[in-house]
Antibody
Framework: QVHLVESGGGVVQPGRSLGLSCAAS????????MHWVRQAPGKGLEWVAL????????YYADSVKGRFIISKDNSKNTLYLQMNTLRVEDTAVYYC??????????????WGQGTLVTVSS | QSVLTQPPSASGTPGQRVTISCSGS????????VNWYQQLPGTAPKLLIY???QRPSGVPDRFSGSKSGTSASLAISGLQSEDEADYYC???????????FGGGTKLTVL
């Protein structure tokens, strides 16, 4: 069964860094692109980043470009999001999601359960 | 301000048909397929419609999607109480090189 489990969320001060992980099971990470999507409390979905199946290309939302880094370790079947210089407005539940679009990069299935990141002093 | 525009709310009574619109531009909906997600309260989003009008296995045929030009729609017929959720449209944007979401529509079953 295909499954994604995020971890690493917590409370962090503005300006600090935090790393998220997303462990995949039931499929091989090397054959799928992967995304991070976030949702601020009471707000809608906001796409964060995409990494291609072979890791050759990475795309970021303007709101995180230059601060966040998406990566993956295919040997560990794990996706990562390194978040630097965090801001209060980065507070959100962060979801990882598998890209099954085969060229359509907005088709996500499944999604993980999410991990909450709170940026606060 | 979301790149894709959805009405913030929609409502209907059990058994009714409701539609949710999603408006974009030539760089997103106009040139790429649209996907719809359902987010039940307190849960992660779930793929509901893909490639404009296709249903994943397990999604009831009460849910249907369509696309025309730079707009798309999600229709729910035979409305049920368990359909009460937030619905989001999404598409790839060729100009932004990013996935763009609609702001979400909260569906209330009266």
């Amino acid at each position: 069964q295909v499954h994604l489990v995020e971890s690493g969320g917590g409370v962090v001060q503005p300006g600090r860094s935090l790393g998220l992980s997303c462990a995949a099971s039931g499929f091989t990470l090397s054959t799928f692109g992967m995304h991070w999507v976030r949702q601020a409390p009471g707000k809608g979905l906001e796409w964060v980043a995409l990494i291609w199946s072979d890791g050759s290309k990475k795309y970021y939302a303007d709101s995180v470009k230059g601060r966040f880094i998406i990566s993956k370790d295919n040997s560990k079947n794990t996706l990562y999001l390194q978040m630097n210089t965090l801001r209060v407005e980065d507070t959100a539940v962060y979801y990882c999601a598998r890209d099954i679009g085969y060229g359509d990069h907005s088709r996500f299935d499944p999604w993980g359960q999410g991990t909450l990141v709170t940026v606060s002093s | 301000q979301s790149v894709l525009t959805q009405p913030p709310s929609a409502s209907g009574t059990p058994g009714q048909r409701v539609t949710i619109s999603c408006s974009g531009s030539s760089s997103n909906i106009g040139s790429n397929t649209v996907n719809w997600y359902q987010q039940l309260p307190g849960t992660a989003p779930k793929l509901l419609i893909y490639s404009n009008d296709q249903r994943p296995s397990g999604v009831p045929d009460r849910f249907s999607g369509s696309k025309s030009g730079t707009s798309a729609s999600l229709a729910i017929s035979g409305l049920q109480s368990e359909d009460e959720a937030d619905y989001y449209c999404a598409a790839w944007d060729d100009s932004l090189n990013a996935v763009v979401f609609g702001g979400g529509t909260k569906l209330t079953v009266l």
